[in-house]
């Protein structure tokens, strides 16, 4: 892969306090992550498993549990884990009534997600979901329309491999964000070289990006607290 065009995604963890208000401060955090990682497309998913899985600690285990948020590419599937320290029980999917208030949580989480299982270790207990992507490589990047036309215009550009002694890409993504730039220059001069306004073009631009950036995306509010645990 042309590594210009990497997206590095690195493993992070965030310690956390289960307690109810802690869910709607884990889900922004994670939707500013995936939009970091170039995954907003899978932000409303991905809110929802946390959503569950914390709630699902601070029901069962106790409010005021530590307990961590880990979150980490599984090849192209993005991997979220809850970590907590009770092993004992055990979450489990269970059949809901539709009308039930209970009991849907680990089924909204199988529904959204491409797999999911728990891991037991000496001293915790482990959570996990993987949610598919359309990545073709855990550093690739989305395969959108708007991306693709984009590459296309780029070709034109000086997008030269540069690295540092490490091998990171990250001097690759300043070579990638300064080709970027450029073409967005030239087209601004494209414009006013027609006789079109070009602080007007980029206004409108922007304005169309942030709402179709937005339909990809949902509101920082809390899905239902599910209750499903078998003990």
């Known amino acids: ?15 956390f306090v289960a307690e109810p208000e802690e869910v709607a401060a884990l ?3 994670l939707r500013t992550h995936l939009g970091l990682w170039g995954l907003p497309e899978l932000t409303e998913a991905a809110q929802l498993c946390v959503s569950e ?4 600690v601070v029901t069962h285990v106790g409010r005021g549990t530590p307990a961590t948020l880990a979150v980490s590419m599984s ?5 979220i884990e809850v970590h907590d320290p009770d092993a004992r029980a055990l979450p489990t999917l269970v059949e809901a009534a539709d009308d039930a208030e209970t009991g849907r949580g680990m089924a909204l989480v199988s529904a959204h997600s491409d797999r999911w299982g728990v891991q037991l270790q000496l001293d915790r207990k482990v959570t996990w979901v993987e949610l598919a992507t359309a990545l073709r490589a855990p550093d ?3 395969r959108s329309v708007h991306v693709a036309r984009a590459e296309n215009v780029l070709r034109g550009y000086d997008m030269r491999q540069v690295t540092d002694p490490t091998g990171s890409s990250r001097l690759n993504a300043v070579v990638a ?15 006013r070289a027609h006789g079109r306004d070009a602080d007007e073009a980029l206004e409108q ?10 339909r990809s995306a949902i509101g920082d509010g809390c899905v239902p607290i599910g209750r499903d645990w078998n003990f």
């Open 177 to 191: 964000e300064a080709a970027v730039i450029m073409a967005i220059t030239d087209l601004l001069h494209w414009l």
């Open 140 to 142: 690739g990047h989305s």
């Open 205 to 214: 631009a922007q304005v169309q990006f942030e709402a179709e950036a937005a």
């Open 75 to 79: 090849g192209t599937r993005l991997r």
């Open 27 to 29: 889900r922004r955090v």
């Open 53 to 56: 899985l914390v709630s699902n």
């Open 1 to 15: 892969m042309d590594c210009s065009a990497c997206m590095p995604r690195k493993p992070w963890k965030l310690p």
